[in-house]
């Protein structure tokens, strides 16, 4: 008997081996992270015991989730395998207990705060030496502090993702009541599904928070709630108007805020 299987069907699965790879990987690594740390703690042996299997565990999931990502094609120029790495190696270091007590509210309430100050002490250390480092160390420190006053938001939804993917119990996010705010440009003038940023917006959102409603007098767009507060060709002055009557009409809990294009079309201050 003879069995001829189409060449488009046959499908060379090698991912399963780049996971044990990462894997054996980071757990030598997280090992030898271990052991280090309880070489250090020699003399105080049960804080060992409470810091070092966390510090194996950060260590070693962090290197072997960049490991994967390398091996699966991933450019480690980008930033986003890092902060997956970072977010699931913080997630596996402090372990569930931690996770529910301690890092899912600290970083859920401070986590913006702390890196927009981180950014912003990058940004002025930056400045600091300027002077003797050159343009390229400051253009560098404004992109690390760019990121980092940007990135509360990515890290979240990643160390969020990391505990769910750990079976770690996730609190249950809010009820989101957004007011889309702004002029044309929250409207959707310019895009072909006059739905501007607010598609996008909705699925990052959706089946993250208990409930979610976009609120506002004007409807445009193909989403599944094209309420907003977007007015074409509006300027500041005009949107703080309305804005005045339909905060507390709609009563949102969320407010994302677009406006100034027009003010800067009329060169108006």
């Known amino acids: ?24 990987v980071g757990g030598m690594v997280g090992f030898a992270s271990a052991a280090l ?3 250090a703690f020699v003399p105080a042996a049960p804080t060992a015991a409470i810091v070092c299997p966390s510090v194996g565990g950060f260590m070693g999931t962090f290197v072997a989730s960049l490991l994967k990502a390398a091996l699966d094609g ?15 190696a913080l997630v596996a270091g402090l372990g569930a207990g931690a996770w529910q007590k301690w890092l899912q509210p600290c970083a859920k309430a401070n986590m913006h705060t702390v890196l927009q100050k981180a950014g912003e002490a990058v940004s002025d ?3 600091a030496v300027a002077k003797w480092a050159g343009a390229g160390i400051t253009k560098g420190a404004a992109a690390v502090a ?23 119990e996730v609190i249950a996010a809010s009820d989101l009541r957004v007011m889309p705010l702004g002029d ?15 598609s996008a917006l909705w699925d990052r959102l959706d089946g993250q928070t208990k409930s979610l409603d976009f609120v506002g007098s004007a409807q445009s767009g193909q989403l599944p709630d094209i309420d907003h507060e977007g007015h074409p060709g509006w300027r500041i002055d005009e949107i703080a108007d309305v804005a005045g009557c339909n ?4 009563r949102p809990n969320v407010v ?4 100034g294009t027009n003010d800067m079309n009329q060169n108006l201050r």
């Open 74 to 88: 991933e450019s480690l120029g980008d930033y986003e395998p890092w902060v997956v790495a970072f977010a699931e």
């Open 256 to 259: 994302t805020l677009h406006i």
């Open 247 to 250: 905060l507390p009409h709609y």
């Open 1 to 24: 008997m003879v069995v001829i299987i189409p060449a488009d069907e046959v499908h060379a699965e090698s991912s399963w081996w780049k996971g044990i790879v990462a894997l054996t």
């Open 37 to 39: 740390c309880f070489g």
């Open 184 to 198: 044309s440009i929250t409207y959707g003038v310019g895009s072909p599904t006059k739905s501007s940023y607010r």
């Open 146 to 168: 760019g990121f980092l006053e940007g990135a509360s938001a990515i890290i979240w939804e990643k160390m969020l993702a990391a505990a769910r993917k750990a079976g770690f």
């Open 125 to 127: 250390a930056g400045a």
